[in-house]
C-alpha cells in the first residue's frame, strides 16, 4: 500500500513538472509572438523572473525544435533576440496580403548605399560617394528616416564629417543575427539585384573615430 501510494505521488510530481514546463513554453511562445522586436534571452529572463533560467532556455530549445517542423513559420535569431516569421519562400504570398507599396522599397540606389555602409563601416558620406561615384546625400537622408544606418561618430579629419553605420533594425528587416552574418558582397548583390561598385570589393582598414559631442545633436544633411 505505502509503495502504491509512492508510486503515485511520483506520477503526480512527474505530471506537474511536464505542466509547470509546458506552461513555461507557451508563455515563452506568446512573449516572442507578441514583441514588435526580436526579444532578447535577458528580457526573458527578466520577464519570466520567478523560473530558473536554464528552464526558460530550455523553453526556447523545445520550441526550436517545434518551429523546425512547422511549414509556414519559424522561430530565428535575429539582432541578439528571437522572433517567430514567415518562412522565406512564402514571403511573395505575404506581399500579396499587405499590397506592398512601391514607396515602401528600397530603390537600387538606396540598396547600393546600404550595401557599402554595411561592409565598409564605419564611412563617411565622402568616401561613399567615392565609391559609388555619385553624390550619396539624399539617400542617405532616406536611410536614416527608415533607421537603417545611423551616425556613430565623426572621423578624424579636416572638417571632422560625421561616420555612417548599419542599426539594430538594418540587422532585423534583412534577417542577420550580426554583421558576422553578412554574406559575400557578390552574393548580396546578386540576392538584391545590383552590380556592386568595384570600390566595395576593396579593404578598409579601421577609422580613427571621434565621439559625437553629446550637447550637439548630428544633423544628418551634413557630410
Same mark, same amino acid.
Given at each position: ?9 511520483? &506520477? %503526480?510530481? @512527474? #505530471? ?10 507557451? $508563455?515563452? =511562445? ?81 540598396? &547600393? %548605399?546600404? @550595401? #557599402? ?10 568616401? $561613399?560617394? =567615392? ?93
Amino acid at each position: 500500500m505505502a509503495e502504491e501510494n509512492e508510486s503515485s505521488e511520483s &506520477e %503526480t510530481i @512527474a #505530471v506537474a513538472e511536464r505542466a509547470v514546463s509546458a506552461e513555461v513554453k507557451a $508563455i515563452v =511562445e506568446a512573449l516572442i509572438f507578441a514583441s514588435p522586436e526580436p526579444i532578447t534571452p535577458k528580457m526573458l529572463y527578466k520577464l519570466l523572473a520567478d523560473e530558473p533560467k536554464e528552464d526558460v532556455a530550455a523553453a526556447v530549445d523545445a520550441l526550436k525544435a517545434d518551429y523546425d517542423s512547422r511549414p509556414g513559420l519559424q522561430l530565428v535569431e535575429v539582432a541578439g533576440g528571437y522572433q517567430i516569421v514567415t518562412r522565406p519562400q512564402l514571403h511573395e504570398w505575404v506581399r500579396r496580403l499587405f499590397h506592398e507599396r512601391s514607396s515602401q522599397k528600397l530603390t537600387v540606389q538606396g540598396l &547600393e %548605399t546600404l @550595401a #557599402v555602409i554595411a561592409y565598409k563601416q564605419p564611412i563617411t558620406a565622402l568616401e $561613399i560617394g =567615392e565609391i559609388r561615384g555619385v553624390n550619396t546625400s539624399g539617400v542617405l537622408s532616406t536611410l536614416l528616416e527608415r533607421h537603417l544606418i545611423k551616425i556613430v561618430g565623426r572621423k578624424n579629419v579636416v572638417g571632422r564629417p560625421f561616420l555612417y553605420a548599419t542599426t539594430k533594425e538594418f540587422l532585423i528587416r534583412f534577417g542577420l543575427n550580426n554583421l558576422n552574418d553578412l554574406p559575400k558582397v557578390e552574393d548580396m548583390a546578386e540576392a538584391l539585384g545590383f552590380d556592386p561598385p568595384a570600390g566595395l570589393m576593396e579593404q578598409t582598414p579601421a577609422e580613427d573615430v571621434l565621439p559625437l559631442d553629446e550637447e550637439t545633436p548630428p544633423d544628418s544633411s551634413e557630410a
